[in-house]
């Protein structure tokens, strides 16, 4: 059962009701590909992973400067993002795409409509430790020079209240550790 946020509390929208379309939202280090490839696993199920990332990172209209050096993908824009997600809504199948918060921020007028939006935490101090074990690898972390932007729980915070304020949803929120702790049980989940 998932609950679309926008009905009452007593309104429920079953899982058998067709196509169900999410956009997961996270922080880095949050163990969204695993809950992604998790809830993806269901039957008529299309997932589509970090789609905003890429247009985030070296898009024509690219927000990052991570690369700076690496030219535009052409064609691959916030725009054409969106009407890829409004696109896939006419697929005979569930769709959950799963992105950073922070890659979407910048376009709000990216997000497509007809999708509910959940969010999945993750203890921060957990996701820092994954971070620096991963990228930093020294013995003692020196945070003050790593690249972890720290703020994108404060992003996360911030795409929340526009969902809640400006879609007018009430967002799920989904805590990584409990999927993980029980993988076959996806339905709890949703």
């Known amino acids: 059962m998932m609950r679309t946020g926008t009905?009452?509390?007593?309104?429920?929208i079953s899982t058998s009701r067709p196509f169900v379309r999410v956009l997961l939202w996270s922080a880095p280090r949050c163990l969204s590909t695993a809950v992604l490839r998790v809830l993806a696993n269901g039957e008529n199920t299309h997932a589509l992973c970090d789609e905003y990332d890429a247009a985030y990172l070296?898009?024509?209209?690219?927000?990052?400067?991570?690369f700076p050096t690496r030219p535009d993908v052409e064609g691959l824009t916030f725009a054409s993002i969106k009407k890829r997600l409004d696109d896939?809504?006419?697929l005979q199948k569930h769709i959950i795409c799963k992105d950073h918060a922070k890659n979407i921020l910048p376009r709000l007028d990216a997000i497509p409509d007809g999708y509910l939006h959940a969010f999945l935490i993750r203890q921060p101090a957990v996701s820092f430790h994954s971070f620096h074990k991963v990228f930093v690898r020294d013995e003692e972390p020196d945070w003050s020079s790593s690249s972890f932007d720290d703020r994108s729980y404060d992003k996360i915070w911030l795409l929340y209240e526009h969902i809640v304020e400006n879609l007018h949803q009430t967002p799920i929120v989904i805590d990584s550790d409990d999927i993980l702790e029980n993988p076959g049980d996806r339905k709890s989940v949703v």
Not at 58 to 66: A, H, L, P, Y
């Open 88 to 90: 896939a809504q006419s």
């Open 7 to 12: 009905e009452s509390e007593g309104d429920v």
């Open 58 to 66: 070296i898009g024509e209209d690219r927000v990052s400067q991570t």
